[in-house]
């Protein structure tokens, strides 16, 4: 099994819609982070989690939402999906201690429509 | 926004040459990433360099840090076809362990 594992690996979801990605990590760390992927624009950050009772809005948060249900997961929602929301979204999680090198899931690819 | 920032956008070499992808960034770092990721697939760690470090190995792959120019450069030697894919440099600074990414390097290695 993968150290990172992201639900569902595809969406395609109509605007307006709530919707809810799951992820799950096999690490045992404590830091999880969702991050989203645009062509052109890299990687950036949406939330991040450094423990269960720890939230933190990253650089684009505004419009989505999260839950850190334990330690091995941590989800992201989308409360109503538009289509500028249309991306690859991936989950992350890091070593407990620097250097903090980051295990990523596979992404969800998300259409919203 | 931003910190680091990859230079070329785009490379296309033969295989075996040398291929070299440069990342520069604007704040003090802990220390510096590089990631790949192959088309549509999850990003993979490469390689970390601290701070206080200059050069680093691992296998195929070289990668340099001048804090005095705020600039990394990642090196990979004898590239072969399965190197296709897209590399990010990211970058940690400050008291957590957020990362912020670069756009990426897309590398193309032709047969």
């Known amino acids: 099994d993968a150290d990172v594992t992201q639900t569902p690996r595809n969406r395609i979801t109509k605007t307006g819609k709530r919707i809810m990605l799951e992820c799950s990590q096999t690490?045992?760390?404590?830091?999880m982070y969702w991050y989203r992927q645009d062509p052109g624009l890299g990687l950036r950050l949406i939330y991040y989690s450094f423990d269960v009772k720890d939230i933190n809005k990253g650089e684009i948060s505004d419009g989505y939402s999260v839950s850190r249900q334990a330690q091995a997961k941590f989800s992201l929602s989308l409360e109503s999906a538009i289509p500028n929301q249309t991306a690859l979204y991936f989950c992350?999680?890091?070593?407990?201690?620097?250097?903090?090198?980051?295990?990523f899931g596979s992404g969800t690819r998300l259409t919203v429509v | 926004s931003q910190q680091g920032e990859e230079d070329p956008q785009a490379l296309s070499i033969q295989e075996g040459e040398n291929a070299t992808m440069n990342c520069s960034y604007k704040t003090s770092i802990n220390n510096l990433q590089w990631y790949r990721q192959n088309s549509g697939r999850g990003l993979v760690h490469l390689i970390l360099?601290?701070?206080?470090?200059r050069e680093k190995h691992s296998g195929r792959l070289r990668v340099t840090l001048d804090t005095s120019k705020k600039s990394s450069s990642l090196l990979i030697t004898a590239s072969r076809a399965a190197d296709t894919a897209s590399y990010f440099c990211?970058?940690?600074?400050?008291?957590?362990?957020?990362?912020?990414f670069g756009k990426g390097i897309t590398l193309s290695v032709r047969p």
């Open positions: 990211a970058t940690e600074a400050g008291a957590n362990s957020k990362l912020t």
């Open positions: 360099i601290r701070s206080n470090e």
């Open positions: 992350a999680t890091s070593d407990p201690t620097p250097p903090y090198g980051y295990t």
């Open positions: 690490k045992g760390h404590d830091r």
